[in-house]
């Protein structure tokens, strides 16, 4: 089963670039910079990653990317994260950065725009690994800055494959966007957001209905909520589900009582993805097995699930048609 699952062809749907950030590296960036981090080894930070909440997660997140201070960081920071994903049969990744939690520390939009963008290419070039942009905005901070950085990426709207929504859900919920979302919109930039992850399923349908959000991310939550359930599954709403992130947070305290079955069952449009993977103990591939483990699933599941990606990616049919 773990060849089978390494070689199905994997498209990841639901990735913050950011959580990527592997101990080593941020290490080495940290020494590259002159940046103190409060650890004392790859040990320590481990031990550090005990979670008991999103906030306790984000609180050790945006820390950790202290150490991204150049373009060449952001490149380092993304091929790193490529050559793991390619080696684990990763054909697409879509990946969230977040540019508010750089630019409060000074460092600008150009500088993560070109360090990822080279990336990318290089990523294309020399690993056929084909990738998408979302651009996240942080929900606990107000829409007006949101709405800022989106005309501060004037320049780069036409490499933006989506705009995001993510941080901390609960107290911050989607209708305060909607404007920005709107622009978004006029600009023909498909969109996206975190909801139902620790938010109520009413955070799920505000997505939908006041940012025309295309995608769900997260949305484990639904299930608290049949009629919302039953519209997900009429107008086949893509959920982009992270199992190992949800276990790591505290959502579920066991992946067994994970609700992937139950959603499956329901026939909603489900996707599996790595969320933070060098936070939440594993990729694409670790997160596959752990299903495969608590659920027993045999290939077919696995087939629909990648399937269904392969379907939701921001890529043109021709793209598709390789990887089905
Ligand atoms: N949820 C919300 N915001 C995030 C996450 C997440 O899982 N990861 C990085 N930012
Ligand atoms: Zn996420």
Partial sequence: MRDFLTRLPKVELHLHIEGTLEPELMFALAERNGVTLPYASVEEVHAAYDFSDLQSFLDLY???????????????????????????????????FDPQAHLVRGV???????GLSLACREAERELG???????????????????WVLEQASPYWEML?????????????????????????????????????????????NALDRLDVCRIDHGVRCLED?????????????????????????????????????????????????DDPAYFGGGMLANFLACKRAFGWGKETFRRLAGNAIEAAFVDEARRQEWR
């Fill in 108 to 114: 600008g939009l150009a500088v993560v725009m070109e």
């Fill in 62 to 96: 945006y820390q950790g990317m202290s150490v991204l201070q150049t373009a060449r960081d952001f490149h380092d920071l993304a091929m790193a994260y490529f050559r793991r994903a390619h080696a684990e049969g990763v054909v697409h990744v879509e990946m969230h």
């Fill in 226 to 274: 049949p009629a919302l359930v039953a519209r997900l599954r009429d107008e086949q709403v893509v959920l982009t589900v992270c199992p190992l992130s949800n276990l790591r947070l505290r959502v579920v305290e066991r992946l067994e009582e994970h609700p992937l079955p139950r959603m499956l069952a329901e026939g909603l449009n489900v996707t599996l993805n790595s």
């Fill in 161 to 205: 494959d989506a705009v995001g929504l993510d941080s901390a859900e609960l107290g911050n919920p989607p209708e305060a966007f909607s404007e920005v979302f709107e622009r978004a919109r006029r600009l023909g930039i498909p969109r996206v957001a975190h909801a139902g992850e620790e938010g109520p399923p009413e955070y799920i349908r």
């Fill in 129 to 147: 690994l084909s990738t998408a942009l979302i651009m996240a905005f942080l929900r606990d901070r107000d829409a007006d800055e949101a709405m």
